[in-house]
């Protein structure tokens, strides 16, 4: 089940790299939370581009075979959640990235480097 995961996340990164998205992180919650496996957290300059990789994220993912499960925020385009079930993607328009600051919140959890990212 986690093999899947991480391939699930593992997609969903390289969509967002596609989508021009920053600051892309990949957070493995398994041993800490039973909401999912992976939080993957990545910003946006524009609600346009938030809500571009959400539309491109929710598309694409649906194609690999991965099903949304649920939605929310894209119509403020502000911070998006996408539920894949085991990943779930929060993309963040700068601001709120630095107001709500996930990261801090779920400091236990391993931070996996994602490699060729250009921040």
Known sequence: ???????????????LK??????????????ISTLADHFI?????ST?????MADELEEKM???GYKLYHK???RGGRWILLDFGNAVVHLFHTEE???YNLERI??????????NQDN
Not at 18 to 31: F, G, T, Y
Not at 48 to 52: L, M
């Open 1 to 15: 089940m986690q093999q899947v995961s991480t391939e699930m996340a593992n997609k969903a990164i390289e969509l």
């Open 18 to 31: 596609d989508k021009k998205a920053k600051d892309i992180r990949l957070l493995d919650i398994h041993e």
């Open 41 to 45: 957290i990545a910003t946006g300059t």
């Open 48 to 52: 346009t581009q938030v809500q571009a």
């Open 62 to 64: 649906q194609l690999a």
């Open 72 to 74: 929310e925020g894209f």
């Open 97 to 99: 990235r630095q107001f």
């Open 106 to 115: 779920w400091v236990d959890a391993k931070d996996i480097p994602i490699e």
